[in-house]
T-cell receptor, first 115, second 116 residues
Framework: DSGVTQTPKHLITATGQRVTLRCSPR?????VYWYQQSLDQGLQFLIQYYNGEERAKGNILERFSAQQFPDLHSELNLSSLELGDSALYFCASSVVATGVGETQYFGPGTRLLVL | AQSVAQPEDQVNVAEGNPLTVKCTYS??????LFWYVQYPNRGLQFLLKYITGDNLVKGSYGFEAEFNKSQTSFHLKKPSALVSDSALYFCAVRDDSGAGSYQLTFGKGTKLSVIP
């Protein structure tokens, strides 16, 4: 158990809908990362937050957004869902944002199925 | 831009035999290299990392990895494979080129099957 929690574990929804994925980082970790894992794209970085502020953006669609709250938990919002958004979404956390050699610890993921 | 290649989609090895999972990387600055393992329906578990220092890095569950700068490789190894090592293995890299972002770039993963 990495100490990173994600809810829900599974989510089934329809095209065009909006969902929110939640992540709680390890105690003491200030940085949260979101990744998407799909069969065709592999594991891709979406976005990073550090202590409430956006720090870096990767291959995140405009339909997707995220935020980190004062208690350091983070939410990833996915809207106008398409079939291709079906994937496993991981959250990871680390202590700080600037330690290049720092380990990221991953949560168990949320499996999203868009029908 | 940084990238990672895992040239083998699948590696099969007999239980008790040594295993190697290959990884090569490309970065513009100094490489910081990681190995993660993913069991079915589970998240990624950290195995080991190379930051600096000794080229041979030891990690969890008896795994080790060898950093080779001239060959830009970071192969994962274990002297004696267990059936329970069967999983999906990911190599990842982060560089210190100063671009300001610290996300990991992952390889496509290698499925390891250890045959009893």
């Amino acid at each position: 158990d990495s100490g990173v929690t994600q809810t829900p574990k599974h989510l089934i929804t329809a095209t065009g809908q909006r969902v929110t994925l939640r992540c709680s980082p390890r105690s003491g970790d200030l940085s949260v990362y979101w990744y998407q894992q799909s069969l065709d794209q592999g594991l891709q970085f979406l976005i990073q937050y550090y202590n409430g502020e956006e720090r870096a953006k990767g291959n995140i669609l405009e339909r997707f957004s995220a935020q980190q709250f004062p208690d350091l938990h983070s939410e990833l919002n996915l809207s106008s869902l398409e079939l291709g958004d079906s994937a496993l979404y991981f959250c990871a956390s680390s202590v700080v944002a600037t330690g290049v050699g720092e380990t990221q610890y991953f949560g168990p993921g949320t499996r999203l199925l868009v029908l | 831009a940084q990238s990672v290649a895992q040239p083998e989609d699948q590696v099969n090895v007999a239980e008790g035999n040594p295993l190697t999972v290959k990884c090569t990387y490309s970065v513009s600055g100094n490489p910081y290299l990681f190995w993660y393992v993913q069991y079915p329906n589970r998240g990624l578990q950290f195995l080991l990392k190379y930051i600096t220092g000794d080229n041979l890095v030891k990690g969890s569950y008896g795994f080790e990895a060898e950093f080779n700068k001239s060959q830009t490789s970071f192969h994962l190894k274990k002297p004696s494979a267990l059936v329970s090592d069967s999983a999906l293995y990911f190599c990842a890299v982060r560089d210190d080129s100063g671009a300001g972002s610290y996300q990991l770039t992952f390889g496509k993963g290698t499925k390891l099957s250890v045959i009893p």
